[in-house]
Each structure stands twice: as C-alpha cells, then as structure tokens.
C-alpha cells in the first residue's frame, strides 16, 4: 500500500509540475488594467478644481484586459490611502459598467459623464460630489499614492447613486472575481 501511495504523489507531483511548466509557457494572461494618460505622477489635468486648486479634474483614461470568466459587471475606483484623515479618501467610486465594458476615456467620470457606458453608476465620493474629484495637494503632506482599480463583479451591485464609499466598498468586497490596480503618486513638499 506505501508502494501505491508513493507512486501515486510522484504522479501527481509531475502533473502539478507540467500544469504550472504549461501554463508560465503559455504566458497565462492575468485581469489587467493600463492607462495611455497616467504615469508614476499624477498631473494638474488630473486634480481636483475646487478647494482652492486649479486643475482640469479629468478622470484618467483606463483600458482593461483579460476579465475572469463570470464576469457580469465592472467597478473602478480611485482610494488616497495617506489623506490626513484617519481612513484615507475616496476620489471616484464609479460600479455596474457593463460586462462587455472594456474602457473608459479621459473624462468619461468627470468632465464628460456622457462617455460613461449606459446603466453605469457614479456614486458619491468623498468631496459627496458625484463622480471622479481628483487629488487636492495639500502642503507639506507628503506623498500620496493614488490608488485607481477595476474590479471584475459576480454581479450588478445593488445600489443606487447615493451609496456613500463605504458602503460600495463592502458590497465590491463581497461581489468581486478578480481586481487590476495603477498607482500613481502626487508629491507635496
């Protein structure tokens, strides 16, 4: 009986090295999310246009590949983990793109909510403003990373415009296949 059981973990041992060799060979594609517009800084086009700053408050462009299977529906938000605020700030919340929703051009959050895809849901940020509101730098704060993510959803979230950040938070938590993230930093000496 050891013989078998032996001879049977040095099968599938072997099965479990070919599975992993087949798949680093075949370059197993992984949920991804890019953008033409952003680098490793965000840029005045980017900030906000209130507060005392003078941006273009342009929500970025974001292109996305390879969702999960299952996929129903796509979220994106923007998170400011270092906001002087003990629990960060949300700039763009933004749930129920369209499974077939693949992109997002430039402004389609802010400046130019025409773009957004039919039935999409811009719901309050932290500014309680609907939609993206770029960064604020404030002085002496330091640096900010800004944390943009696409998050690929079992299903439609079942929430209205109104739903504040943390309460979409928790249903994306509960609701969400896969995520892609970009972080792009905004420096304040």
Do not use: C
Not at 10 to 36: C, D, N, P, R
Not at 51 to 61: A, C, E, F, K
């Amino acid at each position: 009986m050891k013989s078998f059981s032996i001879t049977r973990l040095i099968a599938i041992g072997a099965f479990v090295i070919t599975a992993f060799t087949t798949q680093a060979q075949t370059g197993a594609k992984t949920f991804t999310l890019k953008s033409a517009g952003l680098g490793g800084q965000l840029t005045k086009e980017f900030y906000y246009n209130d507060w005392g700053v003078n941006g273009g408050n342009i929500s970025p462009d974001l292109l996305w590949e390879n969702a999960p299977e299952g996929t129903q529906a796509f979220a994106v938000t923007m998170y400011d983990a270092a906001a002087p605020t003990g629990s960060g700030w949300w700039h763009w919340v933004l749930f129920n793109l369209p499974k077939d929703t693949k992109s997002l051009k430039a402004g389609a959050g802010s400046t130019h909510p025409e773009l957004l895809p039919a039935g999409s849901i811009s719901s309050l940020n932290d500014f309680k403003k609907y939609g993206y509101g770029g960064p604020v730098p404030i002085p002496a704060s330091g640096y900010h990373p800004y944390v943009i993510t696409v998050y690929a959803l079992k299903t439609k979230l079942n929430l209205d415009k109104d739903a504040n950040p943390a309460l979409v938070g928790f249903n994306l938590s509960a609701n969400t296949i896969a995520k892609a993230s970009i972080v792009s930093y905004v420096y304040v000496p």
